[in-house]
């Protein structure tokens, strides 16, 4: 939730910088913007409702400046309003804040610095009137470490000082990225901000400050001592996080799926092999995650269960902490999480280290915070995501918990090779016919309210991500069932022209499924099947490779399709849906 970016460095146009960087996190929060910099002693500062990427950057090209900050707001605390968005300031306008988190005492701070001094409804606020209060007896850097030292909660900030040339960044719970260059340095919630510049980065730990003033300086937070970080090569490229000939990034990464299947399987054979050691040997292992990779997790488990016969449990991150009554140091929890930085898998993973559980994890973002708090982390290769729509990350964790799976039961090369045709396969389907023909379905259902999703076996956690899918977009009622289940109520929902997608795969629950596509057909319903073989049930067929167990894998990219089409044919933004941001770090 929310990106923050800061600048010092050898240019003159660290405004225009820093919107520019500010623009490549908009993806994390796109409610409100602001800016600010320190102009020959006065401070400038711009803050707007709307998205940052509607800035004019000529604007700002008149400010020459070789410091800079911003941020680009997903709303927590207070409205959407100018004067919450941040920057935020101490009373004489001297001090600025950029905030990623939530201050959780900020009530009993704002009434210790005086309430009435305050002039926006944020928690952010009260760092700057803090920092302020201590700035009368200590030197500015004392000041900030002071005054961090007593913030309660998850955060990342930046502060600057007027007439100071340096930033001070603090983090704990919210992350933090120094990217150093030739002679400038950069601090942003994600590299994208400055991959242009640099791919040379330190990632902030939690409990560490960094001052930047020509050099970086790292500081543990409890103690104030200085600390030595290591410096990492992000092989990143840069367009790789650029939308290149896509309209949408959301149409971009979906398209990225014939590779980023391959890059997942291709890790190494000893990394895949000790996950499926740990499992095997763990008393009780539990898969974790949120949203989309929690639909992801559930996949996991029909696969260990279909392909190593290995009974694993899944429990959305939210609500996995009251779990705790079952976790031992012999249970294991498997996170999965496509940023690394969701607050709920975090606090899942809390839960299980404070009953001495492993804890190991699949992350798209290297470095992340999950990745690091992790006993070992596998990352699943898929490059940056930026669509606020989980797809082509969903996928590659799909693959990679198959792949364990078999590799759990000595099958590693079969598993690869399914994989591999799976990738191939994706290939083929994603032709331009079959986008034309998706399109049309889409047409023929975006203006309907409710549309629902059935699935069975593997595939039933396919119907329940279709329907994120779908209304995270398209903002289309949509809901996903157990085929099964309809008959023992849903099914009074279905009305004549409904319409409701049916997964069916290949598979051993074939007709079962079937039987409920009919049940719905005969009550109105205009069924749209996803299955590699047509069936009278069907008024729209797309078809799709039969690839065995692995079908979740093809039958989902369909789905992800149409939802991003019924978004652009309602006139919608499929990469900012209203209310999301990309990556969730409050609880
Ligand atoms: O970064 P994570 O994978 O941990 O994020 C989890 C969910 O917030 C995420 O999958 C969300 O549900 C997506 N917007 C769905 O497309």
Redesign the pocket.
């Known amino acids: 939730m929310c990106g923050i970016f800061g600048y010092l460095g050898k240019r003159d146009d660290a405004l225009e910088l820093v919107i520019k960087g500010l623009q490549k996190l908009e993806y994390r929060g796109y409610d409100s913007w602001g800016v600010t910099t320190d102009l020959d002693g006065e401070l400038f500062v711009e803050k707007k409702v709307g998205k940052i990427s509607e800035a004019n950057l000529d604007d700002f090209k008149d400010k020459k400046t070789g410091l800079a900050m911003g941020h680009t707001r997903w709303a927590t605390h207070g409205g959407v309003t100018d004067v919450n968005s941040h920057p935020h300031f101490d009373p004489e306008r001297q001090i600025a804040v950029v905030h990623n988190g939530i201050i959780e005492n900020y009530q009993e701070l704002r009434d210790e610095l005086g309430k009435e001094n305050f002039v926006s409804e944020t928690d952010t606020e009260v760092i700057a009137h803090l920092i302020a209060k201590y700035r009368k007896e200590l030197p500015f850097k004392e000041a900030v470490l002071k005054t961090i030292q007593r913030l309660e909660g998850r955060y990342a900030i930046v502060v600057m000082n007027v007439g100071e040339n340096y930033l001070i960044a603090a983090r704990r719970g919210s992350p933090l990225i120094v990217g150093i260059g030739d002679g400038e340095y950069f601090l942003a919630s994600d590299i994208p901000a400055f991959l242009e510049y640099t791919q040379d980065v330190n990632y902030l730990d939690d409990n560490e400050m960094v001052i930047v003033d020509g050099g970086v300086e790292f500081l543990n937070l409890e103690t104030g001592d200085p600390i030595d970080k290591r410096l990492v090569n992000i092989d990143w490229q840069a367009e790789s996080a650029e939308k290149g000939e896509y309209d949408h990034f959301m149409l971009k990464e979906i398209m990225e799926q014939k590779e980023t299947i391959h890059r997942a399987i291709n890790q190494d054979t000893d990394e895949i092999m000790h996950i499926a050691q740990q499992i095997k040997s763990s008393r009780g292992c539990f898969l974790s995650?949120?949203?989309?990779?929690g639909k992801v997790c559930m996949a996991g488990e029909y696969f260990f269960s279909m392909i190593a016969h290995r009974h694993v449990n899944f429990a959305p991150s939210s609500e996995f902490p009251i779990y705790h009554h079952f976790l031992r140091p012999e249970s294991l929890l498997v996170v999965i999480?496509?940023?690394g930085e969701?607050a709920d898998?975090l606090e899942a993973m809390e839960a299980a280290k404070s009953k001495g559980s492993k804890v190991l994890s699949l992350v798209n973002v290297e470095g992340s915070t999950i990745a690091r708090q992790s006993d070992f982390s596998l990352h699943i290769k898929a490059g940056p995501e930026k669509a606020?729509?989980?797809t082509k990350?969903a996928t590659s964790q799909m693959a990679l918990l198959l792949l364990i799976a078999t590799a759990m039961i000595g099958e590693l090369q079969e598993g690869r090779r399914l994989l591999a045709e799976v990738a191939s396969k994706i290939n083929d389907i994603l032709n331009p016919r079959f986008l034309t023909y998706i399109k049309s379905v889409a047409e023929a259902i975006k203006d309907h309210e409710n549309c629902y999703i059935i699935g069975k076996a593997e595939n039933y956690p396919m119907a329940l991500e279709a329907a994120?899918?779908i209304q995270?977009v398209s903002y289309i009622h949509a809901e996903g069932f157990a085929a099964g289940e309809l008959k023992h109520g849903p099914i009074a929902l279905i009305t004549e022209g409904t319409p409701c997608i049916s997964i069916v795969a290949n598979d051993e629950v074939k007709q079962d499924i079937i039987s409920n596509t009919m049940e719905l057909k005969a009550r109105g319903a205009y069924i749209i099947g996803i299955s590699p073989e047509n069936n009278e049930a069907f008024d729209e067929w797309i078809k799709v490779p039969d690839v065995g167990v692995a079908s979740p894998l093809v039958n989902i990219i369909p789905i992800q399709l149409l939802a991003y089409y019924i978004a652009v044919l309602r006139g919608l933004d499929p990469d900012m849906p209203r209310n999301?941001a990309k990556?969730?770090t409050v609880k």
């Open positions: 995650g949120c949203g989309t990779a999480s496509q940023s969701t898998v606020v729509a989980s990350a994120i899918k995270e999301l990556s969730v």
